[in-house]
């Protein structure tokens, strides 16, 4: 199976003052030879292989913004499992009505075949781990599994990632528009959904699934970007224009001017007010 990988484009970049880099215009709609991959720069796909000792906590993050979990020990090995949103403890019991937890549980596939998703978890005092008896993927724009184990009443749950192929060659490197069929309003689309289907990988799809929303999403960002530069411009432009109206007038000599005689004018009406009351 492939995997999407590659480097950060450094394409189309200008410098400025203080060093600092500045992309224009979204990079002009990503730059038709700039690459759009995720390699990390310290291995770049050109040279050696990409080891396990490699830290990927980066690039595949173990929390995930809608999951809140915890451990009963302090033993970093512990797998967490999932808490409510009120900070307690998520059981079965609570997830599903008792009866259904006799027989395969209601949304849940056996953890094996072509359902297989990978979920080593440890409990507490375990020397080994597990892997989780039923799972179930939700394809949220960030996609998540649930877990179960049936030794255990508690439920676990983290971000679904597909996993890595480590390989001692080199990894690949994918250009933007390679990955355009990937797209969710790429043309033969639902030709492309089974061919990801036949590769029998729920982690897989999963991964594409949130290619596709991240891409839609980052796509009308840009376009709202480009046309919210383009309003500045015109804005900015307007504004040097009528900048020039004003020196053209020579406004602030006419301001300063009538500020000068407006002080004069108080002066002397003060004078004035005076001489009556002493009169």
Same mark, same amino acid.
């Given at each position: 199976?492939?995997?999407?990988?590659?480097?950060?484009?450094?394409?189309?970049?200008?410098?400025?003052?203080?060093?600092?880099?500045?992309?224009?215009?979204?990079?002009?709609?990503?730059?038709?030879?700039?690459?759009?991959?995720?390699?990390?720069?310290?291995?770049?796909?050109?040279?050696?292989?990409?080891?396990?000792?490699?830290?990927?906590?980066?690039?595949?993050?173990?929390?995930?913004?809608?999951?809140?979990?915890?451990? *009963? @020990? !302090?033993?970093?090995?512990?797998? #967490?499992?999932?808490?409510?949103?009120?900070?307690?403890?998520?059981? +079965?019991?609570? $997830?599903?009505?008792?009866?259904?937890?006799?027989?395969?549980?209601?949304?849940?596939?056996?953890?094996?075949?072509?359902?297989?998703?990978?979920?080593?978890?440890?409990?507490?005092?375990?020397?080994?781990?597990?892997?989780?008896?039923?799972?179930?993927?939700?394809?949220?724009?960030?996609?998540?599994?649930?877990?179960?184990?049936? *030794? @255990? !009443?508690?439920?676990?749950?983290? #971000?679904?990632?597909?996993?890595?192929?480590?390989?001692?060659?080199? +990894?690949?490197? $994918?250009?933007?528009?390679?990955?355009?069929?990937?797209?969710?309003?790429?043309?033969?689309?639902?030709?492309?959904?089974?061919?990801?289907?036949?590769?029998?990988?729920?982690?897989?799809?999963?991964?594409?699934?949130?290619?596709?929303?991240?891409?839609?999403?980052?796509?009308?960002?840009?376009?709202?970007?480009?046309?919210?530069? *383009?309003?500045?411009?015109?804005?900015?432009?307007?504004?040097?224009?009528?900048?020039?109206?004003?020196?053209?007038?020579?406004?602030?000599?006419?301001?300063?001017?009538?500020?000068?005689?407006?002080?004069?004018?108080?002066?002397?009406?003060?004078?004035?007010?005076?001489?009556?009351?002493?009169?």
């Amino acid at each position: 199976m492939g995997r999407i990988e590659g480097t950060v484009a450094e394409e189309d970049q200008h410098p400025v003052e203080g060093g600092a880099v500045r992309k224009s215009r979204i990079q002009e709609k990503w730059h038709e030879s700039s690459l759009g991959g995720i390699t990390p720069a310290s291995t770049p796909a050109s040279k050696g292989p990409w080891s396990r000792t490699t830290s990927l906590h980066d690039w595949y993050p173990d929390e995930h913004p809608f999951i809140k979990s915890q451990r *009963d @020990t !302090d033993e970093p090995n512990e797998t #967490p499992y999932t808490m409510t949103m009120s900070g307690y403890p998520l059981y +079965k019991q609570s $997830y599903m009505p008792a009866v259904m937890q006799r027989h395969e549980p209601l949304g849940f596939n056996t953890n094996s075949g072509v359902n297989y998703i990978d979920y080593p978890i440890r409990l507490p005092h375990e020397t080994t781990t597990t892997q989780a008896h039923y799972t179930q993927a939700i394809m949220a724009p960030n996609p998540l599994v649930v877990a179960l184990r049936t *030794d @255990t !009443d508690k439920v676990f749950s983290k #971000p679904l990632y597909t996993v890595p192929v480590y390989k001692f060659d080199s +990894k690949p490197t $994918y250009a933007a528009t390679e990955l355009d069929y990937l797209k969710a309003d790429a043309q033969g689309r639902e030709m492309t959904d089974q061919l990801i289907d036949r590769t029998w990988d729920i982690s897989l799809k999963a991964e594409v699934h949130r290619f596709r929303i991240i891409t839609t999403e980052l796509e009308r960002m840009e376009s709202v970007l480009v046309e919210s530069e *383009d309003a500045w411009g015109q804005l900015a432009t307007a504004k040097l224009g009528v900048i020039r109206h004003l020196e053209m007038a020579d406004t602030i000599e006419c301001v300063n001017a009538t500020n000068d005689g407006f002080v004069d004018d108080a002066l002397r009406i003060n004078k004035e007010i005076l001489r009556g009351r002493k009169g």
